[in-house]
């Protein structure tokens, strides 16, 4: 987890540096931005859950890998270090969900395993020296598969008709089949892949049972009120690629892909910490109703940095992102707040 986090420092140091803040310069976290945040971070936060669920000692190696890889990319090891370490950590991904998929088959687990697998196949793209901009969906469809698959998993709850679970399967279809598409014709199948990603948006708003938790008090409307608004995101996101994908960088690249890996995911990690950081480190993240100040200020800061950018206004696109910055820094402040005293509390009560 330190490693993940290590990361998550890296990859916005790298983005402030991107966006032309002077601030001294990490070569590493500038070149490699995305692979950080997506892999580095975000890779190395799933695969570390998923051990601590499967409770499989080889199971720790996937996330340790793509630890060690946001090392070697930080600060900027030559050769293919990195990216290798990226790839054998998401390769061991793919086996940790084989292996949930053999104990449970379920239409949630095999989406969540085939997510897994579209994080191995944009590593070895990357590991094959694809531009990253032709491969950066593949990362995409892995986050935003895995999270489909949670919130299925929770929306049988609700215990969805026959007819949403074949929408359900359809539009992931879609999302796969774009990516697929985009390895020979990458614009087209991008395109296709933004379209599936507004269809999940579409299903999420329709079936999850945020729509019912939202109602509800405390953290249990805090979460759902995360949930709702990345569906926004997402939607934006399928939105703005299915317009504008098959351009390599600039502007309109940022906005299309800040919606999807920044709104959505971040809206994701912001309402699922409370529960999931307990659940991997035994420590207790209390809720208070000042965690709405980091949510607001996520959304606030990547509003203003999409009318940067399709404004074409640098400066407002600048502090948006440094705003971006600082919502994850408050974001990570009140979730780690806690952890002296229940680190303090675990120690009197093993000493007991």
Wanted: hydrophobic letters at 60%; charged letters at 10%.
């Amino acid at each position: 987890m330190a490693l993940g986090l290590f990361a998550l420092l890296a990859a916005m140091w790298g983005g402030l540096l991107r966006m032309g803040w002077r601030i001294p310069l990490l070569a590493g976290a500038s070149n490699y931005h995305g692979p950080l945040m997506v892999s580095g971070f975000l890779g190395t936060l799933i695969g570390l859950e998923r051990a601590v669920a499967l409770k499989r000692l080889w199971a720790y190696l996937g996330p340790a890998a793509t630890g060690a890889g946001a090392l070697a990319l930080a600060f900027d090891l030559q050769g293919s270090t990195g990216p290798l370490l990226m790839t054998l950590g998401s390769a061991c991904l793919v086996l940790v969900f084989a292996a949930i998929v053999r104990s449970q088959p379920a239409l949630f687990t095999v989406t969540l395993g085939l997510g897994a697998v579209c994080w191995l196949v944009g590593n070895l793209l990357w590991l094959a020296n694809r531009p990253i901009f032709m491969l950066v969906f593949w990362w995409a469809g892995f986050l935003v598969l895995t999270i489909w698959g949670e919130r299925l998993e929770l929306a049988r709850m609700r215990r969805p008709p026959r007819a949403a679970l074949v929408l359900y399967a359809l539009a992931t279809l879609v999302v796969l089949a774009g990516l697929a598409l985009s390895v020979s014709r990458y614009a087209l199948g991008a395109r296709v892949t933004g379209l599936g990603f507004v269809a999940l948006a579409a299903w999420l708003a329709r079936y999850d049972v945020a729509w019912r938790t939202v109602r509800m008090q405390g953290l249990t409307r805090y979460i759902a009120l995360c949930l709702l608004s990345g569906y926004f995101w997402l939607a934006a996101g399928g939105i703005l690629t299915a317009a504008y994908a098959g351009i390599p960088a600039g502007p309109l690249y940022d906005a299309m892909l800040h919606c999807v890996f920044l709104g959505f995911v971040f809206s994701m990690i912001f309402g699922h910490a409370p529960t999931i950081f307990p659940a991997v480190t035994g420590l207790p993240v209390p809720y208070r109703r000042s965690f709405y100040a980091h949510l607001g200020l996520l959304h606030f800061s990547l509003a203003l940095r999409l009318a940067g950018d399709l404004g074409g206004w640098a400066s407002v696109r600048q502090w948006g992102g440094l705003l971006n910055v600082a919502a994850i820094l408050l974001f990570l402040a009140a979730t780690l707040r806690f952890l002296p005293s229940a680190l303090g509390a675990r120690k009197t009560g093993e000493g007991r």
